[in-house]
């Protein structure tokens, strides 16, 4: 089994940024494809971006294009989602995903494992 463990979340203020991680434990080298998605308050868990085992390749949502960048260490089974020019529409619990194989996956069904989420809020 493959269990995920996000960390880094918390209160930041409008304009400011915050590094989340994700550390990967167990069957590490069933786990190709990281994404992060999000939650936020009455609303439904959207994609927010992903990076490919080899971390040649990441792909984002539009939403965050240009703020957001994921990249891994896969020496250490870690995944991490740096955030800039925060705002307070990013509030949202922010998950981490697995998937066993290489592709573009942005839907949420489409991951194999799964953290239990960070609260990330960003004030006004």
């Known amino acids: 089994q493959v269990q995920l463990v996000e960390s880094g979340g918390g209160l930041v203020q409008a304009g400011g940024s915050l590094r989340l991680s994700c550390a990967a434990s167990?069957?590490?080298?069933?786990?190709?494809?990281m994404g992060w998605f999000r939650q936020a308050p009455g609303k439904e868990r959207e994609f927010v971006g992903a990076i490919s085992g080899s971390a040649d390749i990441t792909y984002y949502a539009d939403s965050v294009k240009g703020r957001f960048t994921v990249s891994r260490d896969n020496a250490k089974n870690t995944v991490y989602l740096q955030k800039i020019s925060l705002k307070p529409e990013d509030t949202a619990v922010y998950y981490c995903?697995?998937?066993?194989?290489?592709?573009?996956?942005?839907?949420?069904?489409?991951?194999?494992?799964w953290g239990q989420g960070t609260q990330v809020t960003v004030s006004s």
């Open positions: 167990g069957r590490t080298s069933s786990i190709w494809t």
């Open positions: 995903a697995g998937r066993r194989t290489s592709g573009r996956f942005v839907e949420r069904s489409e991951y194999d494992y």
